[in-house]
């Protein structure tokens, strides 16, 4: 069989969805649509796995034999250790800092699920969230742009670190506040909407640049993103032209310094799609928010203005490759939960409403990965519900901060597997990637510019409906 006939036939039923969805085919298929299709029911295919406890999000895929589950957990044990104070960890030669967010991926990540923003009013230090830093980019800032997708800001680097080690001041301390707002539903159904103002006090190195650009950010969900990594690029190029050739969307993908190669390549990770890949999202992470520099990134972000805390490249990395790649290992294994109340038919009611919404057309269902070198991760059939692309999402959650190619309105289509258990892993996860939103109804409420009009269908619904469509996303 020629490869490009099987790969059409293998993703057939994915192609179905989207083209309906957005209009390219006749919809006969709509009421199949609107049943549970098979393998549904687990999201990661074979890597899925059978919880809906605060633990859903830190589980080994489903298909790891016992030698490579304990490769998962060797992983899983520097994910949730402190990086601290020389000699707590063999690969450690002064442990984290001297700027940083925290000591520990997990104290972000917490149980391997959605952050929350800073409490309102709080000076205390950021827990799951951060700041991104930048300036707006000027003619002679072609080579910046190129190696980080960003003008850093030139004294605080390309994020602010609210905590310090070794008696080093922090850099600052998020002061957040919100300006709330009422949307009213069409059946005279009230919705509060809160949008974040930020300020940074207690500036540790003096004034910021005073264009300064500020994005705050909440972790993300841990589970699948070795199965997100594994989605052929050949897929997300398809995504592109089916909705180019719809006209209702137009995504576009991101393309982002692979620092390993020297080239440009597709983005897929970060809420901009600002990481090409696991490996160099996780070096990223080490780098900025725990001040830990390993072979990829070989100083933190700590700027040469920062003298005291400056590091610069002659050190050896404190993160080895070997621990490194444990961490990569354990990223990419954590398995998706399988899907809850499935056959509950207001759950299928509200599926077909997110279809003819145009939801769809952005979060597409489903997709079969290609291959990768986890044989784990290849050839399965999988629910993310995400095209992985960026999307004008409008004025209302602009940040105004670009990102490589991605501008200050565009945003990357978030997967939505796992989404009913976002507060069951924590009870404090926040919706959209500024944590603005405290339920699902707010996040929709909150889409603008290409996602406009399926916002206004979901507005318009009666009260059955929503709560239709609700019981869908909670499904998930």
């Known amino acids: 069989m020629k490869p490009l006939f099987k790969r059409f036939l293998t993703s057939r039923r994915t192609w179905i969805v989207g083209l309906c969805t957005i209009g390219l085919a006749g ?5 199949r649509l609107a049943e549970v299709e098979p393998g549904e029911d687990h999201p990661g295919a ?19 034999s016992p030698s490579r589950r304990m490769e998962f957990f060797i992983g899983n044990a520097l994910f949730r250790n402190i990086w601290v104070a020389e000699g707590a960890l063999p690969a450690s030669r002064s442990g984290a800092g001297p700027l940083l967010n925290t000591d520990s991926c997990q104290s972000c990540h917490i149980k391997d699920g959605r952050g929350h923003p800073p409490v309102p009013g709080s000076h205390a230090a950021a827990l799951s969230s951060l700041v991104r830093l930048s300036i707006p980019a000027t003619a002679g800032d072609e080579q910046a742009l190129l190696r980080d997708g960003v003008v850093s800001e030139p004294v605080y680097g390309g994020q602010l670190q609210d905590n310090a080690l070794g008696g080093h001041p922090h850099e600052g301390r998020v002061l957040l506040e919100y300006h709330y707002s009422t949307v009213h539903l069409q059946d005279g159904t009230a919705v509060e909407l809160r949008k ?54 137009s ?44 072979t990829l990134f070989a100083h933190d972000d700590c700027t040469a203005r920062q003298e005291r805390c400056w590091k610069g490249t002659a050190q050896p990395p404190e993160v080895s490759d070997a621990r490194l ?40 269902p489903a997709y079969v ?32 901060r670009p990102e490589f190619l991605a501008n200050g309105r565009e945003w990357r289509t978030p997967p939505l597997w796992g989404l009913g258990l976002t507060q069951v892993v ?13 339920t699902l109804l707010e996040a929709i409420l909150w889409h603008g510019g290409e ?26």
């Open 426 to 438: 924590n009870p404090q996860g926040r919706y959209l990637h500024d944590g603005r939103a405290r």
């Open 251 to 294: 995504g576009r993908l991101n393309y982002v310094r692979d620092v390993v190669q020297g080239t440009s390549v597709v983005g897929r990770f970060g809420w901009k799609a600002g990481q090409p890949n696991l490996n160099q999202q996780n070096a990223a992470a080490f780098a900025g928010d725990m001040g830990l520099t390993s």
């Open 451 to 476: 996602a406009h009009s399926s916002k206004e269908k979901v507005r318009r619904m009666s009260g059955a409906d929503r709560e239709a469509l609700l019981d869908f996303l909670k499904s998930l």
């Open 325 to 364: 790649a444990s961490v990569l290992f354990y990223t990419r294994m954590l398995a998706v939960p399988a899907r809850r109340n499935l056959g509950q038919p207001s759950v299928q009611r509200g599926k077909a409403l997110f279809q003819d919404s145009g939801c769809a057309a952005c979060h597409r």
């Open 27 to 31: 919809c006969d298929d709509t009421r």
């Open 46 to 64: 074979a890597t899925t796995v059978q919880r809906q406890d605060a633990n859903a999000f830190s589980i080994p895929a489903q298909n790891l």
């Open 369 to 400: 990965t290609g291959q990768h070198v986890e044989p784990e991760l290849s050839g399965q059939l999988i629910f993310p519900y995400s095209d992985l692309l960026l999307h004008d999402m409008g004025e209302g959650l602009a940040d105004g």
């Open 196 to 249: 974040p103002a930020l300020q940074i006090a207690q500036l540790g190195y003096g004034p910021m640049h005073p264009h300064t650009l500020f994005s705050l950010r909440v972790a993300s969900p841990m589970i699948g993103l070795g199965l997100l990594e594994a989605i052929d690029e050949r897929d997300l190029l398809d995504n592109v032209t089916l909705q180019a050739h719809a006209g209702e969307v």
